[in-house]
């Protein structure tokens, strides 16, 4: 039997509680994308930079603020295109940034001086940014409400998909053409851009704009007539980045950058660097050790979906900052360990920490209401960034000056201070309707 609104006609379903449709796999494919994507950008300086040493006489710093310069960008790009998919649309920004990825990794094909290579990561940063931005933000207004936290909690996998794809494929490369192996992100740059054009814009962000006769559209079209949009806050002005610290929910809104910015610090430090990092430690076979790390990395990526699943956000953070905290100490108080202990303890690192970033992706999507979510979402990301830009830049000079074992010390504390506001700040987010 059929239920009737007050105004006698059917009642309609919420959006979020429709079945699988094409358009959710369209979304999906389309977003995570994007998250590979990423993943292979950032991975993919790593082998690049190890070819690229000799013949750019790369110092120390130089490394550092090469493979810094994207996640710089990122900051910039999270911040600025983020605002500007909450007040001109989700499809136009989040379809033809994948056009600026293809030129800027084809232009990488010229470069012939560090400050080119630079500019160019620095520019493709910005795209990232946008990717962080928006690209959690379709997912989660194009997804259904039940099992949302897994499916953007996927990001983190698809993420990290892309950034071991960088890191075998820049192993089995057996040329010495650095700019080709930086340029072959343009790749998987197109094939997601053709994909992305079929997506329409999010009936979500229509309606929170007022557009209600082209948000039933949409939703007539690839949902069914017989399914509406859940409430949303409307959009009386213009989103504006102000509003995330002004906010009744400025706590929140903090948190939301901050326990990401710990998250990531020492995990792109470490990433990028591994092999100095290794050699530092007395880890001979560090390509052997590494591939293995690389396959843990997937596993806790997976298992990630699975605590997604199983704990509430709140628990979710405070027990993987509290393992990834001692787990960081113990390879910083203990250099001397025997060779399979430190290497035991990265592989725990390298399970947990993955499995940790599945919640980037979801946290910050379920914390902003639709008119500010592009916007927070690109803050949390910039600001993110900040942490993992500095100990990107830094942990070259800091193995030089200060030894693996009192940088592992240092890196300790990003997941220290994560811990502690997530046992002040975490809002518990799950299974919440998005607003």
Not at 23 to 36: C, E, F, K, P, T
Not at 62 to 85: D, E, H, R
Not at 237 to 261: D, M
Request: proline share 5%; with cysteine; net charge positive.
């Amino acid at each position: 039997m059929k239920q009737f609104a007050e105004n006698g006609g059917p009642r309609l379903r919420s959006l979020d509680e429709a079945p699988l449709k094409p358009i959710h796999i369209i979304a999906v494919a389309a977003s995570l994308g994007g998250a590979a994507l990423d993943g292979y950008v950032l991975g993919i300086v790593g082998p690049s930079l190890t070819l690229a040493k000799q013949e750019l006489a790369l110092s120390a710093l130089s490394q550092g603020l090469i493979a810094a310069s994207a996640l710089i960008g990122v900051f910039v790009g999270g911040m600025f295109f983020g605002n500007l998919a909450d007040k001109y649309g989700r499809r136009p920004v989040f379809a033809y940034n994948l056009l600026a990825f293809v030129v800027l990794s084809l232009l990488q094909l010229m470069v012939v001086e560090v400050w080119q290579l630079v500019a160019l990561r620095l520019a493709l940063g910005l795209a990232i940014g946008v990717e962080y931005a928006v690209g959690t933000s379709v997912l989660a207004e194009f997804s259904r409400r039940k099992g949302r936290g897994v499916l953007l909690g996927c990001f983190s996998v698809g993420w990290q998909v892309g950034f071991t794809a960088a890191f075998i494929i820049g192993n089995l490369y057996k040329g010495d053409d650095w700019r080709f192996l930086l340029a072959t992100s343009a790749v998987p740059a197109l094939i997601t851009f053709l994909l992305r054009l079929r997506l329409p814009e999010t009936p979500m962000w229509l309606k929170a704009r007022g557009r209600d006769t082209e948000a039933r559209a949409v939703v007539t079209k690839h949902f069914g007539a017989e399914y509406d949009i859940p409430d949303v806050v409307l959009e009386k002005s213009h989103a504006s980045p102000v509003e995330l610290l002004t906010s009744p929910h400025w706590r929140q809104h903090i948190y939301s950058g901050l326990f990401w910015f710990c998250q990531v610090g020492p995990f792109f430090a470490i990433f990028t660097f591994v092999g100095p990092v290794f050699e530092m430690l007395q880890i001979h076979d560090a390509t052997v050790v590494d591939v293995w790390l690389n396959t843990v990395q997937i596993l806790g990526a997976i298992f990630g979906l699975f605590l997604l699943h199983w704990l509430t956000r709140r628990h979710f953070v405070i027990s993987t900052f509290a393992v990834m905290f001692a787990v960081l100490l113990a390879i910083g108080l203990f250099p001397q360990a025997p060779v399979w202990v430190v290497v035991a303890l990265f592989a725990i690192y390298m399970f947990v920490a993955p499995a940790a970033n599945n919640i980037e992706y979801v946290y910050p999507a379920e914390i902003f209401e639709t008119r500010l979510r592009s916007t927070g979402v690109g803050f949390s990301a910039a600001f993110s960034r900040i942490s993992a830009a500095t100990a990107v830049y830094l942990l070259p000079t800091s193995l030089e000056v200060l030894g693996a074992s009192k940088t592992m010390i240092i890196m300790a504390m990003f997941p220290l201070i994560g811990l502690i506001f997530s046992i002040m700040w975490a809002p518990e987010t799950k299974r919440k309707q998005l607003r």
